[in-house]
Each structure stands twice: as structure tokens, then as C-alpha cells.
């Protein structure tokens, strides 16, 4: 019996299907079969039933999975370690990140995160929160980043920084007259937000004091990423909710249709997010300290004034 045995069964339980496992793991599949057949053997156990689409793990397979996944995060822990006090970065991370931070954040630190450790594999992932927490709770990512807090027993938080929101009105909108808005003035019937399942809506219908996104004049849009309702803005009528480096990225004219709230700043807590299994602590270090390296130095303290939003 090996680790790499052990690794082998956990990627078929993982993708369900010999086919993907063996790819995942970079074998060709009759090496992933014959691995797995000989750990069958020693055991003198099926682990999967082959007969089902997609494969799935027998009643006593499932008791040799779970210990065969606390075998090997136990020796991949170890491993973590060693590099650790040799003071060595490598191996491979899969982060994940949300859909309304991605884009502005991952430019700002991806690349040069794996300049400084070339021998780490960092994979990047867009996932909404839900998709995140699933994830990390079944140990499929190594980490995350999004906004918090989210209160989920077994995940760990990392604060990173705050990101404040600014209004972002059509180019022919009344309140454009005002240098700063009172959020009463705002009319929940002009908020362009982004569809369901996205925790960034959630943080804006919190700001509009609604429950639900009103239609326009006969239209009812939700978007699935902010450069869509920045459009819609542009292009009509309304306004929407930004958050700050989402709106660095606007051009010196689109900038003049920013606004700030008058009697406070709202932010949102954005975290590194671990789960329980988590072990590549020396890459998910690195990785905090780049992007706080990266990201402007405000946005490494609460704003005065500052209401966090929640993501509920």
C-alpha cells in the first residue's frame, strides 16, 4: 500500500469517473486502474463499484476513503512542515475568488506572486460564495477570497483589507448635482444590481433598503458581473453600487459620475478563507502578504465612518 494509492482512489471519488481521475492525477488510466486494483488486492476489499455512472464507492469502500483522506492530508502536513522550516515554497494552490473581485483584484498580485515563487502552481478559480464554501468544506480548493465574515462553522477568516462603495449614476441623473448622497435620497427603483447569488447584491439591496430589485419601465435585467451594469448605467437610466477597485478601473470621464455617501462610508470585509483541512500554510502566507503588498495601503484600515455590510 502506497500514498500514491491513496491519492489515486481519492481522485476517482473526488471526480467520480476513472477517465478524469487519471487525468487529474497525470497517469494514463490503465496506471490509475491497475494502482488501484493492486490496493484492492492487498485489502481484499472493492472500493468502487465499477458497474455504476458515475463510479461510486462501495459501503466498505467509503470507511477505506475516509481514513485514506486523513492518511494523506497527515502526509501532506508533514511535507508542509519540512518546507516550512527549510523555509521552501512549492507546490500547487487552487484558490478560489468571487466573480466582483476577481477581475480587478487577481491583476494586481497574480502574476507577481508567481514570479517571486516560481515553484508554486497557483490555480485561480471565479466561484460565487455558496460555490466557495461547498468547496473548501470538501477540501476541492486550498483557499479563497471573498467577502466576509460569513460565520461558517470549520472555515477560518483571514482579514486582507476593507473596500469602500461609491454610487455610480447615469451621465443625465438629478443627483449628480449633489458632491455627496444621503442614501434616503435614493430611489431602490433605479438600482441596477447584479442577479441572485451574488453576496455583492446582497450588500447593495442592504444600501437601497428594499428586499428585492424593482422593474424599470417595463424592464427587468439582473446582471452577472459589474462591467454589464456599469453598461446598463451608461446607457440609460439609474444607478448602481461599485466597490473601490472596481472603480479605479473606470476611465477619467466615467469617474465623473462617482458619488460618496455623505453620512457614512460603506465597506465591505474582504478575507483570505481557509477550511478545515487546510495545510499549505507557507503558500497561503505568501500569498496574504503579496496582496496586501498590492492593494492600495488605505484599504488596509476601516475607514472612518466606515458601516460593514454583511453578505446576507
Known sequence: MTLTQLRYILAVDRCRNFGEAARECFVTQPTLSMQIHKLEDYLQIQIFDRSKTPTEPTALGK???????????????????????????KGEFALGVIPTLAPYLVPLFAEKFVKAYPL????????????????????KIDGAILATPLEE?????????FEPFELFFSPKHELLKKKEINDK???????????EGHCLRAQALQLCHVTHQ??????????????????????GEGFTFLPYLCSQQ?????????????SFVPVREISFVT??????????????????????????KEPKKAEILGIN
Open 120 to 139: 508554486v502552481k497557483l490555480k485561480i478559480f471565479e466561484y460565487q460564495t455558496s460555490e466557495i464554501i461547498h468547496l473548501l468544506k470538501e477540501d
Open 153 to 161: 462553522k470549520g472555515l477560518k477568516e483571514e482579514f486582507l483589507f
Open 185 to 195: 435620497d435614493l430611489d431602490s427603483g433605479e438600482a441596477w444590481l447584479l442577479k
Open 63 to 89: 470507511k477505506v476513503l475516509e481514513r485514506a483522506r486523513k492518511l494523506v492530508l497527515e502526509a501532506d502536513a508533514l511535507e508542509e512542515l519540512g518546507m516550512s522550516l527549510r523555509k521552501e515554497m
Open 214 to 235: 424593482s422593474t424599470k419601465k417595463g424592464l427587468f435585467f439582473e446582471a452577472g458581473s459589474l462591467e454589464t451594469v456599469i453598461q446598463m448605467v451608461k446607457n
Open 275 to 300: 477550511g478545515p483541512f487546510a495545510i499549505k500554510l507557507s503558500i497561503q502566507e505568501g500569498l496574504i502578504e503579496m496582496i496586501k503588498k498590492q492593494v492600495p495601503a488605505q484599504l488596509l
Open 250 to 262: 473606470l476611465n477619467e470621464k466615467d469617474r465623473k459620475f462617482l458619488r460618496p455617501f455623505k
